[in-house]
Structure formats: structure tokens, C-alpha cells
């Protein structure tokens, strides 16, 4: 929906323009006005570059086998094409301002078309602009300022047009001045379309905010590498991971779920692929419900009082620290287990969780969801070594 609702913008430009070039050519032409001739230049070479990027929308929305990533990069190639329209219009603009014959306008006629046309291009400018940035759509973007770019060329065209009135020959000068805005638009154009057809990398704001999404997983030990790339003002997103769990079931899940986490809290990343690498930290998270400070084990985890959680030296097979936080959701009548379990995620990140005996409900399965390892054990543990427990 959002690119048919891109191609129909694009074309009602398509249109516009048309309209707009025919009313300055024929006001131009009858007014004598070089200046807003070559306004009418201007417009008649965005009638190119709007219908560019309507074809390269178009484009965008197809399928094909051969091109496994899209075909976003069109509409990309269509921004390529309108700067290049653009840069040509500012040509001919100047050619004509610095070769042309010498005449003062009719401003009878030329003066009213030129505000005309300067009040069309300005608001439908930034109201493509607007539409573009809600839709992710760069080639709108592009559109809308080449509109911006227009209406301020014309207003040179009135600054001429007004002196004019005064018998000075500034009509001239007024069209030398607009091949200079012409040529500025066309080029930030170019070098917006250059830099997406050579994979830039996204902004790194947002590829910060994608690492610090993904390592805020209780299963990932941190991001080993983050490689991403525009395609016609979306992302392509490449991820390798550190997991804390050996498991590949585990592993394959956790990745599925980033993937999807990515797509879903970034709209414009339009791929995304995580790919998981397995380190055994030396030190681990134990965390075993308990009923007291004491340590005395807790048969049901979300009804425990309190949590005992430990780091646990894997090579030195001890316990290094360890301490009891209270179950702030003890007494929550609804949803106690669910909170319990987002609760030790986000405040803990358990490796391990310790349990007298498994009960499969609500705060053990988000657990071992998010990759923590749910094992099974009795007794208590004492003040040195910590139990070693058996898988459940």
C-alpha cells in the first residue's frame, strides 16, 4: 500500500509539472520574459526526472528470482536520473542567460504566472517532502525538493520580473541566478543517488540503536559484527552475534527472533539477517528461586520470595558471589509469571536458572525462550561450591 500510494504522488508531480512548464513557456513566450522561459525549462526537465521516479517506484514493487535482495535500488537509479535532469536543466538555464539576446519583459503577464507558479511549486514541495519521509520513500523526498528548488528559482525569476516594471534589465541576470539553484539541487541529488549505488553504510545513530536492540538479549554476549547497507532508503542489515548458549536449537530461535525484533522496531530495514557464533563464558548467572535468605530452595519459581543469584567460575568450579534479591511480583494477581520472567531478563540475565522440579509454566517457557537454561537439582547449596545440577 505504501508504494502504490508513493506511485500515485509521483505521477499527480508527473502531471503538475506538465502544467506547470506549459503556463510558464506560454506566459514566457508572450511576455518575453527569458528568465521564466527558462523556468519553464526547469520544469519541463522535472516532468523527466518525476516520471523517472515514478517508473523507478514502479519498478521497486516487482519480484524477480535474479534479484534476491529487491529491486529497491530503482528507485535509487531513478534519483540518479532526476539529478542528471536537473544538472542539464541548470545548463540550458545559464547557456541561455549568458548567450541569449538582451530584452526587458511584458510583466502584465509574466508577473502573475510567476506567482502563480511560485505558490504551486513551494506547497506541493513540501507536501511531497512530507509524504516521502512518512512513506520511506527517498525518490518522493527527492521530488519535493526538486519542487522546493523550482519555487525558489522562480522567485528570482519575480525579483527580475519586478525590475522590470522599473525599466531594468534584470530578466537576464534573473536566469543566470536560477541555473546556480538548478545546479546545487541537481547536485545533492547526484551525490545522494551516487552513494546508495556504492552500498553506503546507514546513518550510525540508527545502527547503534540495532546493536544496543539486539545485545539487550539475555542470550547474546555482545555483537562480533554489524554490516549494513542503503537500497533505495531502506536497510539491509548483516549481524554475526556471540551467544552465551552452546545450544543450536536455542541459537537458531534466538536469531529467528532478533531477525523479527529488527524488522518490527525499524520500518526501514527491509532484511535482516543475524548469524549466531558460540563462546563459553568462564563466568556464568546462576539464579535459583529460594523461600529464604537462607538459601532453602523454592518449588515454584514466579511464587519464590526471594532469588538467589550467582556467578559461578567455570573454570575454577566455584561460586565467586553471590546474593539474594527480593521477588518484587510476589504478589501480583495477574500475570505474575510473565512479569517474573521479563523481570530476571532485564535486571539479571541469567545463564542459568536452577530449579527443584520443572512445571512448564508461563516464567519458565519466556526463560527458555529467550535462550537461558533451564536445569533441575536438589538440595541446598552451601556456602563454597555450588551443586552441580543436572540437566532437566
Keep these: 500500500m505504501e508504494i502504490l500510494g508513493a506511485r500515485n504522488r509521483a505521477a499527480f508531480s ?37 516520471a523517472a521516479t515514478w517508473a523507478g517506484l514502479w519498478l521497486a514493487s516487482r519480484k524477480h528470482p535474479s534479484f ?25 538555464i545559464g547557456r541561455q542567460a549568458l548567450l541569449g539576446s538582451v530584452s526587458i519583459p511584458d510583466p502584465s503577464v509574466a508577473l502573475p ?10 506547497g506541493f514541495g513540501l507536501y511531497q517532502i512530507k509524504a516521502g519521509r512518512r512513506l520511506n520513500s527517498p525518490s518522493l523526498v527527492a521530488d519535493g525538493k526538486d519542487y522546493i528548488a523550482d519555487s525558489l528559482s522562480t522567485a528570482i525569476v519575480l525579483v527580475g520580473l519586478a525590475g522590470s516594471m522599473f525599466g531594468l534589465v534584470l530578466d537576464r541576470w534573473a536566469a543566470a541566478i536560477v541555473s546556480l539553484f538548478v545546479f546545487r539541487a541537481g547536485g545533492a541529488l547526484l551525490i545522494t543517488a551516487l552513494r546508495d549505488l556504492l552500498d553506503a553504510s546507514i546513518d550510525r545513530e540508527t545502527e547503534r540503536e540495532i546493536i544496543r536492540l539486539v545485545e539487550s538479549h539475555p542470550a547474546v554476549s555482545r555483537v562480533k559484527q554489524c554490516l549494513s547497507r542503503t537500497a533505495g ?30 524488522t518490527r522496531n525499524f520500518p526501514r530495514v527491509v532484511m535482516a539477517r543475524v548469524r549466531p557464533h558460540f563462546r563459553q563464558a568462564s563466568v556464568i548467572t546462576r539464579v535459583r528461586p529460594v523461600e529464604s535468605r537462607d538459601g532453602t530452595p523454592s518449588s515454584h519459581m514466579a511464587m519464590a520470595p526471594w532469588f538467589m543469584t550467582e556467578n559461578f567460575d567455570r573454570e575454577k568450579n566455584r561460586v565467586i558471589d553471590r546474593k539474594f534479591l527480593k521477588n518484587p511480583y510476589l504478589d501480583a494477581e495477574r500475570k505474575r509469571g510473565f512479569l517474573v520472567g521479563k523481570w530476571l531478563l532485564e535486571r539479571v540475565h541469567p ?15 519466556l526463560l527458555k525462550e529467550a535462550g537461558v537454561r533451564l536445569t533441575v537439582t536438589s538440595g541446598t547449596p552451601d556456602n563454597g561450591l555450588a551443586p552441580e545440577p543436572r540437566p532437566g
Design 68 to 92: 534476491p535482495y529487491g529491486l529497491y535500488k530503482a528507485e535509487t537509479v531513478a534519483t540518479l536520473v532526476s539529478s542528471i535532469a536537473v544538472i542539464l536543466a541548470g545548463y540550458e
Design 14 to 50: 508527473v502531471l503538475l509539472n506538465l502544467l506547470l512548464a506549459a503556463g510558464k513557456a506560454y506566459a514566457g513566450y508572450i511576455s518575453g520574459s527569458r528568465a521564466l522561459i527558462s523556468d519553464a525549462a526547469h520544469s519541463a526537465s522535472d516532468v523527466a526526472a518525476s
Design 113 to 122: 504566472a510567476a506567482v502563480l507558479s511560485l505558490v504551486i511549486s513551494a
Design 233 to 262: 532508503g531502506r536497510y539491509i542489515i548483516d549481524l554475526d552475534i556471540i551467544l552465551r548458549t552452546p545450544s543450536h536449537e536455542v541459537a537458531d530461535r534466538v536469531s529467528d527472533n532478533l531477525e523479527e525484533d529488527i
Design 351 to 365: 545463564d542459568e536458572i536452577i530449579l527443584q522440579e520443572r512445571h512448564g509454566r508461563t516464567a519458565e517457557e
